[in-house]
């Protein structure tokens, strides 16, 4: 069932962003007078459409990961000569620029209109209260019950805000600088921090977890056909013991695992009011460095945090719009910076993602909340914007830097060059598709 969910999850997530940004380019280029023949939103055979009086067919196709607006252009076939002035090509330098950047530019106003949507429906923080220690957090002096309240010098008051701007550090050299009860300052140097790491996580690489009330070790969740479903774990079993190990807290077991794998680990579980004993092969997955790790495919229901960890804030009308602006201006600048420090290998291309994991965190996201996927979709919005930017050809940004040069030399550019520019955009697109799908499945 959550394969199937995650699908319909990218189906509406992709649906909702395509249609917008298509939208874009429709609504700006009927409005410099082009003739669109066609609003696809997918690709391949089409599924359903509908004509408009303009001429126009608005169309929804089989494979749902992306869309276009075809228009009315010489270049692409013959145009009545009654028609020309609604041909696309015919159009001036000025508007054709409008129209490739209408749809980033419905992107970003969409993205806007979202986080508006969410700070006016309330926003749901938890206060960055640290957990449990380790290194090299310890030896930076950060103790269990510390509050983080700024990092680098920029003030935050949730773990998300925390998670952003360590986010900004990744690939970076330095050091990282926490602000703790408002006034104890802490530093821990980094160096080419994370750059190479596939799944990054920058609290646990600090050395810092989020406070959390203890987790007694009862199972909430079996998946099948895993290591814990071949003992014998059933749903409810709570484990007392591991490895003659006492367990107390749900860390406790997790640790034990991961550290075995293919290693018999003896359990005693308590189930039904008596105790039994059990024996638990975990699996064995291999991480990033190499290293593997045992796991057992099991979990357990989180507990709910002390309500003063909780913070709910709703926003006024014009309060929201500004903070709207400022989150998506933070999220693009996030957005460009992971880019750049990918193109210069200081982030590992491990990070791309392709439709599987987009697809899960839509499914995670929408079953977390209205708040948890509007905020989802504006972060896609965002990026979806800014990689149609960049000046690759056959996307907006590489048609856009065309018509750069042609306002420029105040001519077109050649159509040799063009025809070059494509095949090397779709060679550097088919690259970057086969990374993320690639990196879909080693996850998986």
């Known amino acids: 069932m959550s394969v199937i969910t995650s699908i319909l999850a990218l189906i509406v997530t992709l649906g909702i962003l395509v249609t917008i940004h298509e939208y874009g380019h429709y609504w700006v280029a009927r409005r410099c007078g082009v003739k669109v023949l066609r609003f696809s939103v997918g690709f391949g055979k089409v599924?359903?459409?509908?004509?408009?009086?303009?001429?126009?067919?608005?169309?929804?196709?089989a494979i749902p990961l992306g869309g276009y607006v075809k228009m009315l252009d010489e270049r692409e076939g013959e145009v009545p000569e009654h028609e020309l002035d609604s041909a696309f090509n015919r159009k001036t330098v000025w508007q054709r620029m409008a129209i490739v950047l209408a749809g980033p530019a419905a992107n970003i106003i969409f993205a806007i209109f979202a986080y508006w949507l969410m700070f006016m429906t309330g926003v749901t923080s938890i206060k960055p209260v640290v957990g449990v220690v380790t290194e090299p957090a310890i030896s930076a002096g950060i103790e269990s019950e510390d509050v983080i309240t700024a990092i680098d010098g920029n003030t935050v008051s949730s773990w998300q805000q925390v998670n952003f701007r360590l986010i900004d550090r990744i690939g970076d050299t330095g050091d990282v600088m926490l602000e703790l009860n408002g006034s104890k300052q802490s530093s821990i140097n980094i160096e080419k921090w994370l750059h190479d790491v596939e799944e990054p996580y920058p609290l646990e690489h600090l050395g810092i977890a989020p406070f959390r009330p203890s987790i007694p070790a009862v199972i909430d969740q079996v998946q099948d056909g895993l290591a814990a479903d071949q003992a014998g774990i059933k749903?409810?079993?709570?484990?007392?013991?591991?490895?003659?190990?006492?367990?107390?807290?749900?860390?406790?077991?997790?640790?034990?695992?991961?550290?075995?794998?293919?290693?018999?680990?003896?359990?005693?579980?308590?189930?039904?009011?008596?105790?039994?004993?059990?024996?638990?092969?975990?699996?064995?997955?291999?991480?990033?460095?190499?290293?593997?790790?045992?796991?057992?495919?099991?979990?357990?229901?989180?507990?709910?945090?002390?309500?003063?960890?909780?913070?709910?804030?709703?926003?006024?009308?014009?309060?929201?719009?500004?903070?709207?602006?400022?989150?998506?201006?933070?999220?693009?600048?996030?957005?460009?910076?992971?880019?750049?420090?990918?193109?210069?290998?200081?982030?590992?291309?491990k990070n791309l993602s392709g439709p599987i994991t987009i697809a899960k965190v839509a499914n995670a996201s929408a079953e977390a909340g209205f708040e948890a996927f509007i905020g989802f979709l504006a972060y896609i919005s965002i990026m979806l914007a800014i990689v149609n930017l960049l000046p690759i050809p056959v996307l907006d940004g590489g048609h856009f830097l065309y018509y750069v040069i042609e306002a420029i030399k105040g001519s077109p550019v050649s159509e040799k060059v063009q025809i070059m520019g494509i095949k090397i955009g779709m060679l550097l697109l088919f690259t970057v598709m086969f990374i993320a799908i690639f990196n879909d499945i080693s996850r998986i």
């Open 47 to 61: 599924l359903f459409s509908r004509t408009d009086k303009h001429g126009t067919e608005f169309a929804i196709a």
């Open 235 to 349: 749903v409810g079993d709570e484990i007392t013991s591991a490895n003659g190990q006492e367990i107390e807290d749900w860390s406790q077991l997790v640790e034990i695992i991961k550290s075995n794998p293919n290693q018999p680990v003896d359990l005693i579980i308590a189930r039904d009011g008596n105790e039994q004993p059990l024996m638990l092969i975990p699996g064995s997955k291999q991480l990033s460095d190499e290293q593997q790790i045992g796991f057992a495919g099991i979990a357990v229901k989180q507990p709910e945090l002390p309500q003063d960890f909780i913070v709910r804030n709703t926003y006024g009308l014009i309060e929201s719009i500004a903070m709207a602006l400022d989150k998506t201006w933070q999220m693009s600048v996030m957005t460009l910076d992971s880019l750049g420090k990918m193109i210069q290998g200081l982030l590992s291309v």
